[in-house]
């Protein structure tokens, strides 16, 4: 038996079964659909069977960690409700009629407040652009839930919010952010669900969100959605603000590096030859024998360049 391909399948099959795959392939919208890409929710909704495997181990990372948090936050705090352990779902009604219900990871009643756990490869990029759209969304649709189950206190603030783990180890605490619910998201959440709803109805396209490249990689209804749209391999204008703010944030940590180099340069010129402690860092210089290295095959990789645009 191959074991690999063994336990792949018994993932994969394991995630097919749970019960959010099970409400996206009965085409239910739940909190998690909403402000990503309009196009794949009018296609959930459709019915359009999924044509493409993606990777599947973020998604399965992210479950057992979410488990895994909340068992641990039900044992030291015990009066807060946890999604996978309490089984609360909570129903939010917008503008139009539509109710978009799910699973708030945590909600603490005393403090009107809700949290969602999400799970990232390093907290580089919620730092600098915060939290997205469709994480601001599915917050949101999570304490209107509450508000309307009595969950919160009406006459009191309620706040939102987001807890950050990251996937990779690197870092070893959370980042949290939590803000006051805003009021005006439940009109703008109200438009993108209309939206896809009225594509659903006429039988139409509902806007594609997200850039071709990115779909690509990440949705499982790339080739129902975009297979038979021209592409254009060639140069293309990027305008979409996240790659726009990804670009930016490239070329900043390139400049940032650059710098630190010639910081480090200068700095070394002046401690030559010094060995030492600051009480905070040591100094020591190592001196390293020169070593031959036989010749060696380097592998084929694909290496990205970012620079100015000759006027």
Not at 51 to 66: F, I, L, R, Y
Not at 123 to 147: D, I, P
Not at 257 to 264: A, F, R, V, W, Y
Request: proline content about 3%; overall charge negative.
């Amino acid at each position: 038996m191959e074991y690999g391909i063994a336990i792949d399948a018994a993932v994969k099959a394991y995630q097919d079964n749970s019960a959010r795959s099970v409400q996206s392939q009965e085409g239910r919208l739940g909190p998690s659909d909403i402000g990503f890409c309009r196009n794949k929710a009018a296609l959930m909704i459709k019915g359009v069977e999924q044509t493409d495997s993606t990777n599947m181990w973020a998604a399965a990372v992210g479950t057992s960690v979410h488990n895994y948090v909340e068992a641990a936050i039900k044992e030291m705090f015990p009066e807060w409700l946890l999604g996978s352990i309490d089984d609360l779902r909570v129903t939010a009604t917008l503008p139009s009629g539509a109710e978009i219900s799910g699973h708030p990871d945590i909600v603490i009643p005393n403090a009107n407040t809700v949290l969602d756990i999400k799970t990232v490869d390093g907290f580089a990029w919620v730092k600098r652009e915060g939290t997205n759209q469709s994480h601001k969304y599915q917050r949101h649709l999570y304490a209107m839930g509450c508000l309307a189950s009595g969950l919160f206190d009406k006459n009191k603030p309620v706040y939102v919010g987001n807890v950050y783990f990251d996937r990779s180890g690197k870092e070893g605490s959370t980042y949290t952010v939590v803000e006051e619910l805003d009021p005006t998201l439940t009109n703008e959440i109200d438009s993108w669900v209309t939206d896809v709803t009225y594509a659903v109805t006429h039988s139409e396209d509902a806007s594609r969100d997200i850039p071709a490249a990115v779909c690509e990689k990440i949705c499982s209804y790339f080739t129902a959605c975009r297979g038979e749209l021209e592409t254009n391999e060639g140069t293309v204008l990027i305008d979409d603000p996240e790659l726009l703010a990804a670009v930016n944030m490239y070329v900043d940590g390139r400049d940032m590096s650059k710098e630190g180099e010639q910081l480090k340069k200068a700095a070394q010129s002046v401690l030559s030859g010094i060995n030492g402690s600051t009480g905070s860092y040591q100094v020591r210089w190592v001196d390293v024998n020169p070593t031959r290295v036989d010749s060696f095959d380097k592998a084929g990789y694909s290496r990205m360049d970012v620079r100015k645009v000759r006027k």
